[in-house]
């Protein structure tokens, strides 16, 4: 019993040791992970007409160098005849909005007064002025403070669309400065002999 013992546990550890070279051998035949791959190289830049929305077709077979230095010329003669440099906008402004008008604070007590003033009338009529004026006053302030809230939506709503029209108008002298600086690059690179759109 002792040599099959011995026998059995020897047995195990060769075939212990025959699976795992099989593995090693496996593990090693195994084509290494391919690398990722590189990253695409950046864009090419711009020329200057693309950046400015310009289509600029080399119409008597310029060269591209030749249409660089062109573009740059006729980006400087636009700039200094039209005043604009659209590369570097003016800084925006901020919009010429009305604060909102001075919280009274008072709108409450002057509901209050008037509901106590025509809750004691009424409480008089009724028997109990004093009762009559104590509810009127807890009604007149939560009128008054209706209104305060409503005025104060009133307020933000008409401050946003101030803001919203304000926007739009410097988007649009933007854009006409944008289209003002486009025909004078524009003009400049046809007296070049370029089309340009």
Known sequence: MQYLRAGLGS??????LLVSSALCAQQAAKPAAA???AAA???????L???L???????KNQSAATQSSDEGYCYGWAKTNTGIDPMAPPPAQAAAVAPPPPDPGGQRVAGAARGA???AVIGAI???AGQGAAIGAAAGAMHGGAQKRRGQKEAASQQQQAQANADAQAKAA???QKQTYNKAFTACMEGKGYTAK
């Not at 047995?11 to 212990?16: D, E, F, K, Y």
């Not at 190289?41 to 020329?47: E, F, L």
């Not at 929305?53 to 119409?59: H, L, T, W, Y």
């Open 11 to 16: 047995s195990l550890s060769i075939a212990m």
């Open 35 to 37: 690398p990722p791959p």
């Open 41 to 47: 190289p950046p864009p090419a830049p711009a020329s």
């Open 49 to 51: 007409s693309q950046s």
């Open 53 to 59: 929305g310009v289509v600029v077709f080399p119409a």
């Open 117 to 119: 003033a025509g809750g």
């Open 126 to 128: 009724a028997g109990d």
């Open 174 to 176: 933007a854009d006409a």
